[in-house]
């Protein structure tokens, strides 16, 4: 099994800079490159990584998203004059040339593919490539927004297999979108600054309705922010009750991330207040998926402090060190469930493992009634909503430091048990005292009420992993446990596969406090430690609808606990209290019958 963290870094890819007044494009500057790299070396992270070497991109390569004629085009700018650079600059929007900058995006093409190389073959399990320029919003014959070449889109297409994209920049990805809307084999997803079409890049398509086309329809997901602001439970509903659950029914052998930290906290573009640590855990849940396969590419981000925390957040998941605590989660705000509802009500059609879906929000500005003010592909790069030129300063806590423990994984086991490798045995003279039992007896029994098998087993793979996805995991993160109990008893019916993914999912909790205890499952003992150690969970494949009844006792039970746990929620206040109607007359047909039957 591969293991290891590519790190793909070249100095030679900040020897670019902007050589005219442009406030647009200020804020891209070499040093977001270098602080990034010197944050993972001053934190030991960078030692730690596989070093891969770069090279440059290749026409075929680059040809793969871009044309012929744009390719050519580019090719010309080492030769130019500054006045010939400010002019055929000004035929993109918000971006500049430089006479090294195609070099430089060779590299940064080619700094991606050589990650992707690694990780592919099995040289390393994950990585990040630290490049620039970024790539995410460059169209097949047009560069945007900073970006010469689509590095993303180009890897993708490179890597010739089921891909997931999950671009978390605060800057809508639109060269991405374009680039595979009507691709099957490509699952993108974005969460982007939008503030109904009023923020940059303006685009009537990057909001929630834009499903993909033809043979891609539903297979490009945007969730557009309408407001700043958006915090860590933000964050986290969006993966629990959008990204995640038709993730793991696409079921992608590669995951790629553009890696935009602009929508971290100080940024001055996303103004949102998302803390550094988030990345962390977003990076663990993405983990689970395509056998861990994840290829981290960095985009946007221009506060250089929450920039390079970020980094070093994402790099030290990659590792395998235990995600940090999560703290203060409650409910997302008002603006994310309504987004959050329009999403899933477009992705219906499209998607059986899908969570239970309402109509569109109606509280959301109709997009019709404001095309007439607004440039449907103009707007400058950071002015949405009248954002002030000046900004205040925004202060957070630097993420606390995440020690790797020497040992991770012990087990108990009986003495004709094999100790699984890379595991250490329990030896302790101590008998356990009465008291202690019954303690354990008392913790054991909490735990299990809330574990309910069917006397079948857990046939319903499907709708095992909507339950842990919708239910459990939202209740966990915003519960913050100290430890993590996990049981597991005979009989459960829950296959190795499905049990190394819980077990997997639920490390991000509790710094990696995990206790798991297997009554008569000797065969799940190596599954359990491989997981506890790290190793990546395999695939489930694709997994289709959940069973009716399955899904109709989650949602039950979701709509009964979303008053107190606000990580459940999944829709806006109106259509919470709708749902809260709809289940007292459902509650109440089902008394009136059992009286009838009794």
């Given at each position: ?5 590519a ?12 050589l ?8 891209e ?15 030991g ?31 010309k700018?080492?030769?130019m ?5 400010r ?9 500049y ?30 990585g990040?490539?630290l490049v620039?320029?970024?790539g ?28 997931l ?18 691709d099957p ?19 009537r398509?990057?909001?929630y ?32 009750h959008?990204?995640?659950p ?6 992608p ?11 971290a ?5 996303g ?7 988030i ?9 689970s ?16 402090t929450?920039l ?9 998941t990659?590792?395998?060190d ?20 329009c ?18 929000s ?13 440039q ?8 949405g ?17 995440r ?22 045995r329990?030896r ?16 054991l029994?909490?735990?299990c ?10 046939s319903?793979?499907a ?56 009554q ?9 430690a491989?997981?506890l ?14 069973l009716p ?12 606990l ?14 919470i209290?709708a ?20």
């Open positions: 099994m591969s293991s290891g963290t790190l793909v870094y070249d100095e030679e890819m900040t020897r670019y800079k902007l005219w007044v442009d406030p647009a494009c200020k804020i500057v070499p040093e977001r490159l270098t602080v990034s790299h010197t944050a993972l070396q001053e934190e992270l960078a030692e730690r990584c596989v070093s891969v070497p770069i090279r440059q991109a290749t026409d075929a390569e680059i040809l793969l998203a871009h044309s012929e004629e744009y390719l050519e085009a580019v090719k700018t080492p030769h004059s500054l006045d010939e650079l002019t055929f600059t000004q035929q993109y929007g918000d971006v040339f430089h006479p090294n900058i195609y070099h430089c995006a060779k590299l940064a093409i080619g700094a991606t593919l050589q990650l992707v190389d690694s990780v592919m073959t099995g040289k390393v399990r994950n990040m490539a620039r320029p970024p995410h919003h460059s169209q097949r014959s047009a560069a945007n927004g900073f970006c010469v070449f689509n590095n993303v889109a180009i890897a993708a297409h490179y890597a010739k297999k089921q891909v994209i999950v671009d978390w920049d605060v800057h809508h990805g639109q060269g991405v979108q374009f680039a595979f809307e009507d084999s490509v699952l993108y997803f974005s969460w982007h600054r939008y503030e109904h079409q009023g923020f940059w890049p303006n685009l398509e990057s909001d309705d834009s499903v993909g086309k033809e043979k891609g329809a539903g297979f490009n997901i945007n969730v557009p922010w309408n407001k700043v602001g958006m915090e860590n439970s933000d964050y986290l509903s969006v993966f629990f959008v990204l995640l038709i993730a793991y029914e696409f079921s052998d590669l995951v790629f991330v553009c890696a935009g930290f602009d929508s906290i100080g940024d001055p573009e103004h949102m207040c998302a803390t550094p640590d990345f962390a855990h977003l990076t663990h849940l993405l983990k998926l395509a056998g861990g396969k994840l290829c981290a590419v960095l985009e946007g981000g221009y506060n250089l929450s390079a925390q970020s980094v070093c957040q994402t790099v030290q990659l590792l395998g235990p995600a940090p605590q999560t703290s203060e989660l409650n409910g997302p705000c008002e603006s994310a469930l309504e987004s959050i509802q999403v899933r009500s477009a992705h219906k059609p499209y998607w059986a493992f899908a969570p239970p879906v309402s109509e569109p109606t509280k959301r500005c109709k997009l019709a009634e404001k095309e007439e003010g607004v449907a592909e103009g707007g400058q790069k950071g002015e909503d009248g954002q002030k030129a000046e900004e205040e300063e925004v202060v957070w806590m630097k993420p606390p430091s020690l790797a423990p020497p040992v991770h994984t012990e087990v108990a086991l009986p003495a004709d048990l094999e100790v699984p490798d890379r595991c250490d329990v302790s003279s101590l008998a356990p005292t009465l008291e202690i039992l019954q303690r354990l007896s008392v913790l029994q909490s735990v009420v809330c574990v309910c098998v069917p006397p079948q087993g857990c319903d793979v709708g095992l992993m909507q339950a842990v996805l919708c239910l459990l995991l939202p209740l966990a993160y915003e519960y913050d446990p100290g430890l993590v109990l996990l049981v597991r008893g005979p009989g459960s019916g829950v296959g190795k596969a499905a049990w190394a993914q819980i077990t997997s999912l639920l490390q991000g909790l509790a710094q990696g406090h995990t206790l798991a205890l297997l008569g499952e000797e065969e799940a003992v190596g599954t359990t491989a997981s150690l790290g190793d990546p969970a395999p695939s489930l494949g694709p997994l289709g609808a959940p009844e399955d899904m109709e006792a989650m949602e039950r039970l979701r709509q009964r979303q008053t107190h746990w606000g990580l459940l929620q999944n829709a806006g206040e109106q259509m209290t749902s809260k109607e709809t289940y007292s007359v459902t509650q109440m047909d089902n008394n009136i019958l059992e009286n009838q039957n009794s």
